[in-house]
């Protein structure tokens, strides 16, 4: 069975800091695909990025970052000088590729947030 | 990129009653969609998978008769809370998958459902 396990439940920053999310995966599979998705307080997910098992680059969109390590199992988001508008919910989920999965996601428990002016 | 959208996006209804939710795929054919539960301060955890043409697929712990799933076309599927109680209030999702890569998932913007 598949778990993504998000410790962190909530996170209070200032404006202008860097934050990290973490983001911890389980699975026997050799090939899966990992998710970061944003839920504000409207309640739409957002999608941020994709990453597939077989690509452990790094990658930088913005001011976020995503830190790919497979050999510590771990899919981390990184927000630089985050702002107010940061404010929300972060999802971080497994899929596993093949029909049989039917691409079913399994999320984390997800972290609360909070970027105060 | 793909569009999914929800109807309605909240809805109250009284113990007792049935409400009906709509996905729907807009500018793609969806083969399969999920559909997701989330109560409040809490993860998405999924309720069902729906394929076109077949029955849906249930998690373990949703009653099948309780939620019903209908995937009747490849742009839409409806899920029915029947006989809807007070502990059925939840946000309730829906994503769909395109007939391309496996990955590809799109949600909808969610339905909120209160039950009084």
């Known amino acids: 069975a598949q778990k993504v396990t998000q410790a962190q439940t909530e996170i209070s920053v200032v404006e202008k800091e860097d934050v990290t999310l973490d983001c911890v995966y389980e699975t026997r599979d050799t090939t899966y695909y990992l998710f970061w998705y944003k839920q504000p307080p409207s309640g739409e997910l957002v999608f941020l990025i994709r990453?597939?098992?077989?690509?452990?680059q790094n990658e930088i969109s913005g001011r976020y970052s995503w830190n790919f390590q497979k050999s510590t199992s771990s899919f981390n988001f990184t927000i630089t000088a985050s702002q107010v508008v940061d404010s929300a919910v972060y999802f971080c989920a497994l899929s596993l590729e093949g029909e049989t999965s039917g691409s079913r996601l399994t999320f984390g428990e997800g972290t609360q947030l909070t970027v105060n002016p | 990129g793909a569009v999914v959208s929800q109807h309605p996006s909240r809805v109250i209804c009284k113990s007792g009653t049935s409400v009906k939710i709509e996905c729907r795929s807009l500018d793609f054919q969806a083969t399969t969609m999920f559909w997701y539960r989330q109560f409040p301060k809490q993860s998405l955890m999924l309720m069902a998978t729906?394929?076109?043409?077949?029955?849906?697929?249930?998690e373990q712990g949703v009653e099948k008769d309780k939620f019903l799933i209908n995937h009747a076309s490849l742009t839409l599927s409806t899920l029915t809370v029947t006989s809807a109680h007070p502990e059925d209030s939840s946000f309730y999702i829906c994503s769909a998958r395109g007939t391309g890569v496996a990955y590809e998932q799109y949600f909808g913007p969610g339905t909120r459902l209160t039950v009084t």
């Open positions: 990453r597939n098992s077989f690509d452990e």
């Open positions: 729906s394929n076109e043409g077949s029955k849906a697929t249930y």
